[in-house]
């Protein structure tokens, strides 16, 4: 009885790693899951804006890279209680990650327009960590429907951001 229930537990977990928004990659590709977040806190309204999604890089390697990224980009206001209105958009963008001894710089093209710097990588493994404050020319600054809701774009929300790599399925 144990195995058939570990291996339907096993193809539930496949099933939804792949089931992300971006898409599965294909079979054997590694990638870099990369995620930033920024708030800013008004009252008791909360103001989000962030990115999450994939670089794909060689296998085991360190910096530079070079190529297309998919990522989501979000901007949402929310109370103590939940999300009261967001926006998000899936986009393809251009990326750039260099490093020197002190630092990754990760640069993320149109329609993103930002450049994000962390810790450097020891090993091609490593995930990296930093802070970011969300561009003014990121998508939804100026929607209507959520400045209806609360939304604040100044000042321009701050937060973290990550790189962690992934193993390929």
């Known amino acids: 009885m144990r195995a058939p229930l570990t291996l339907a537990i096993a193809a539930v977990l496949l099933l939804a790693m792949s089931c992300g928004t ?5 079979h054997g590709r590694p990638i870099h899951l990369f995620r930033a977040d920024a708030l800013t806190i ?9 990115i ?3 670089l794909p890089v060689e296998r085991m390697s360190l910096p530079p890279w070079n190529g297309q990224g998919t ?13 009261i209105a967001s926006r ?3 986009v393809t963008v251009p990326f750039s990650v260099t490093e020197d001894s002190t630092a ?13 710097t962390g810790s450097a990588l020891h090993a091609g493994l490593d995930p990296t960590d930093g ?9 939804f600054r100026d929607d209507s429907m959520l ?9 321009p929300p701050s937060g973290n951001w990550s790189l962690r790599w992934m193993n390929p399925l």
């Open 22 to 26: 971006t898409g599965p990659q294909p």
């Open 42 to 50: 008004h009252d008791s309204l909360q103001s989000f804006c962030g």
């Open 52 to 54: 999450e999604g994939e």
């Open 71 to 83: 990522v989501t980009l979000y901007r949402w206001v929310a109370t103590t209680h939940g999300v």
């Open 88 to 90: 998000q958009i899936a």
């Open 104 to 116: 990754l710089v990760v640069t993320l093209g149109s329609p993103v327009d930002t450049t994000l």
């Open 131 to 139: 802070t970011w404050t969300c561009p003014a020319t990121f998508p």
């Open 147 to 155: 400045q209806l809701h609360g939304y604040n774009p100044e000042p």
